[in-house]
């Protein structure tokens, strides 16, 4: 892959990542904030398989193919998984705490809810 | 090299779809964006020979994340209006003492 | 044998399986608290079992039987080794006195704060053995989600709600940094395996690839250390987190995470990236990280707050003993992170104990009304001077450790950023106490309303011997902690193994049996290191004097604190602000981390 898309994958991923984080610091909404982050974490899974992929190489399924022809790595598959799974729990998580803030708290605006830092000082 | 160029324009494709996602304010519409984008990440997934992860990717990245966001953005919008008014936590009092 | 060290990660997750199965019918609900307390207790005594069994040697444990072949590893490893062993005995007592402060506690939760509990017990364990940096990533990932939903338990109180999201999404960032490394390590080794990710790094010399990677790993445990500029979560989760939560947030996951810090340097990176880019970067890092914490927890009126910025100052102080990258500096880090976990329990559960009882934890607000807890006084009292490392208790055993380390590696500059923290962070501590329990000082201003929810459903009008004994325990291991003659030796001998870096690989790879070095121990009582712990408390006793009566402060102090005023005011303006900035702040941090490494 590398002598054909170079860079390219590589610098995909760290733009999703960024981009997901440019979202994150300028939201005026916590569940605008948490779908950026689940972008943030979707820039592993890109970064995660592109790492194991090979040219010319086929899908790890062995049920069809002979042993001896090239697959890619099967390892990062499993990886990408797992970070799949974990991350859609984060954010169902934060997604169920935003609605408990916009129960207690009245608004998701993380500009307009009293940051935690107290005002008061000894 | 056919699949490279697949490849090349599924990457891009998910960088345009990705910068929408975190610039659409709306949360309702970006949860469309964000299955749009789901969808290209699980279409290059197949590319990159992921076919399982792909499978993943597009239950959870298409279908389930976006119906939770759109689940959560109408429940706050019910606790928003029937709730108090927002403001009541916003009072910040400027009574930093000395030292 | 093998089978106890699994269970050391097993246990608690089986435990917390079937308590939330259980807890569907009543009886089940009442078996909650009794069996979780078990587990809790189990495991640091079951890792003590370990300590006197295993020895000093590293035993490697390939699940499944998946044991490596000609020095390749594909299986997952847990690797039982003596300083693993110290501390997840510390993580499970911690757990333990939390389970125990908080038995009958939120109940209408159902069982599920148990459960997080021993999850959170669980995924700790599993982060420190395990021996593959997926594993690892996994554990720590569990490790944060359960950590996020205990933070943010008490859904009825909003700043709660919003701790537990910026907690969540400023460690989410940072895991994802993490994910990314871990990625670009595999991309460049092939390996997942720690020991094999290190023997093939050792092969060359670190390129820019290997650096960044080696900066992005970092950035998500430096999110868990909670290390300035990562650190702003800290205070909002603790501040509003349940207070046995509050106990393992600050000494489990800080100490954990400085756990994995030292342990990925010496297996993973030492001997490929240049060891004065890791120097910097630690001692750099440390050495803010201790100087902002300890102004900001110097100048907070909210106990919980107090105390969750002095757990930054002190995880600054734990990054720049690793960062001395020797294993003196390591066991002087590992006894000043056991005496500091210690003491702020005991802190956090006479906090909550507040909490409860008066509703709020406004210092001013609280002003004398706890002069009838004696007992409870005592103990915060005492736990502020463990803090401020009065010789022998809490973390005087640690900074008497640094005193050596810090001039081995010549860096004796460090030692007034340790009397520093330890003067001001104590004697914060210590103001809040005498103000507190004893009445002393001017009437404070109190302020606008400071009312909280107390955490129990019913709340304890009276403090009985379930309240009272984990932190009182807590203390007395703090205080024995400098009294041991043995702690030295254990510490120092730990420290080498951690450092030990050809032993690790020999034992993971090629099933050798490795046995810590030996070391020669430096005793801890030395005149230096008590004088300056002595330094420490007095230095601590002046500002918590200086704080309690401001009327009757001389000129010339009010002089002196007119900029640090200015400087302060600064330093809370730039912490007022919300998840966004935090999130700004993390890409900050690995901007600043990643040139540091690329630049030495």
């Known amino acids: ?122 | ?99 | 044998m093998n089978t106890l060290a699994v269970m050391l990660v097993v246990a608690p997750l089986l435990a917390g399986a079937v308590i939330a199965g259980a807890s569907i019918t009543p009886l089940g609900r009442r078996l909650a608290d009794p069996l979780g307390v078990a587990v809790a207790v189990a495991v640091p005594a079951g890792a003590v079992v370990l300590i006197v069994t295993v020895g000093e040697t590293t035993r490697v444990l390939w699940q499944g039987g998946w044991e490596p072949v000609h020095g390749q590893a594909i299986g997952v490893a847990l690797v039982v080794d003596r300083p693993a062993l110290l501390i997840v005995a510390l993580v499970g007592l911690l757990t333990a006195a939390a389970l125990t402060w908080s038995w009958h506690f939120l109940a209408d939760t159902g069982a599920s704060y148990v459960v997080l509990v021993l999850l959170f017990l669980g995924a700790c364990d599993g982060f420190v053995l395990a021996g593959d940096v997926f594993d690892a990533f996994v554990w720590f990932e569990l490790m944060g989600v359960t950590a996020y939903a205990l933070t943010g338990m008490r859904v009825e109180e909003p700043r709660s709600v919003h701790g537990a999201l910026s907690f969540g999404i400023v460690n989410t960032v940072g895991a994802s940094l993490s994910l990314t490394g871990v990625a670009l390590l595999y991309a460049r080794t092939g390996e997942l395996n720690l020991a094999a990710i290190g023997a093939s790094l050792r092969t060359a010399s670190a390129d820019h690839l290997v650096l960044i990677s080696c900066a992005l790993l970092l950035t998500g445990v430096l999110v868990k250390m909670a290390l300035v500029p990562f650190h702003f979560w800290t205070a909002d989760a603790e501040a509003v987190a349940p207070t046995p939560v509050c106990v393992l947030l600050s000494g489990a996951m800080i100490t954990v995470g400085a756990f994995a810090v030292a342990r990925w340097w010496w297996v993973v990176f030492d001997g490929a990236v240049p060891e004065t880019a890791i120097r910097h970067a630690l001692l750099g890092f440390g050495a803010v990280t201790a100087v902002v914490g300890a102004l900001m927890c110097a100048t907070q009126r909210h106990l919980k707050r107090l105390l969750a910025y002095s757990t930054v100052a002190h995880s600054g102080v734990i990054s720049c003993g690793i960062g001395l990258l020797s294993g003196s500096g390591l066991a002087a880090a590992g006894l000043y992170a056991v005496g500091h976990a210690c003491s702020k329990g005991a802190l956090f559960l006479v906090a909550g104990m507040l909490l409860n009882r008066f509703e709020t934890l406004d210092e001013h607000e609280l002003y004398g009304r706890g002069r009838r807890m004696h007992l409870a006084g005592a103990i915060f009292i005492v736990a502020g001077l463990s803090l401020a490392g009065l010789p022998p208790l809490g973390t005087w055993a640690g900074k008497s450790a640094y005193s050596g380390a810090l001039a081995d590696a010549h860096a004796e500059w460090l030692e007034v950023v340790l009397v520093l923290v330890s003067a001001l962070t104590g004697g914060a501590v210590l103001r809040a106490g005498l103000r507190i329990f004893v009445g002393l000082g001017d009437v404070p201003d109190p302020g606008p309303d400071t009312h909280e929810e107390p955490e129990g459903d019913t709340p304890r009008r009276r403090d009985g011997f379930r309240v009272l004994a984990p932190p009182a325990v807590l203390l007395v291991l703090a205080a024995g902690l400098g009294l041991w003659p043995g702690v030295a030796a254990v510490a120092q001998r730990a420290g080498a193994t951690m450092t030990d870096t050809g032993g690790y690989v020999d034992a993971v790879l090629h099933n050798a049996q490795v046995t810590a070095p030996e070391v020669t121990v430096e005793p801890l009582w030395q005149a230096l290191s008590a004088g300056l712990g002595l330094l420490a408390v007095v230095l601590g006793i002046a500002f918590a004097v200086a704080g309690l009566w401001p009327s009757r402060r001389p000129r010339i102090v009010r002089a002196a604190l007119g900029p640090v005023r200015i400087m302060v005011r600064r330093l809370h303006d730039v912490h007022r602000a919300h998840v966004g900035d935090y999130v700004s702040w993390v890409l900050v941090g690995f901007t600043v981390l990643g040139a540091t490494l690329l630049h030495t």
Do not use: N
């Open chain 2, 1 to 99: 090299m056919m699949a490279e160029v697949v490849l090349a324009v599924l990457l891009a494709a998910a960088a345009g779809i990705g910068t929408s996602v975190a610039l659409t304010r709306d949360p309702t519409r970006q949860a469309l964006v964000l299955s749009a984008y789901g969808l290209v990440l699980g279409m290059l997934m197949v590319a990159l020979q992921a076919p399982d992860v792909a499978l993943a990717q597009i239950g959870i990245g298409t279908a389930v994340v976006p119906l939770l966001v759109v689940l959560t953005v109408a429940k706050v919008e019910r606790e928003l209006s029937e709730g108090r008014e927002p403001g009541d936590f916003e009072e910040g009092s400027d009574k930093g003492s000395s030292l």
């Open chain 1, 1 to 122: 892959m590398h002598e054909v898309l170079g860079v390219l994958p590589y610098a995909v991923a760290a733009w999703i990542l960024l981009v997901g984080c440019y979202g994150i610091a300028t939201s005026r909404s916590f569940i605008h904030v948490v779908v950026c982050l689940s972008l943030v974490q979707s820039s592993t899974y890109l970064m995660l398989l592109m790492v194991g992929w090979s040219h010319h190489a086929t899908a790890p399924v062995f049920a069809d193919v002979k042993p001896g022809v090239p697959v890619v790595d099967p390892v990062v598959q499993a990886l990408t998984l797992t970070d799949i799974v974990v991350g859609g729990a984060v954010t169902a998580l934060l997604l169920a705490l935003t609605i408990q803030l916009a129960k207690r708290q009245g608004s998701i605006d993380p500009d307009r809810i009293r940051s935690l830092e107290e005002e008061l000082e000894e």
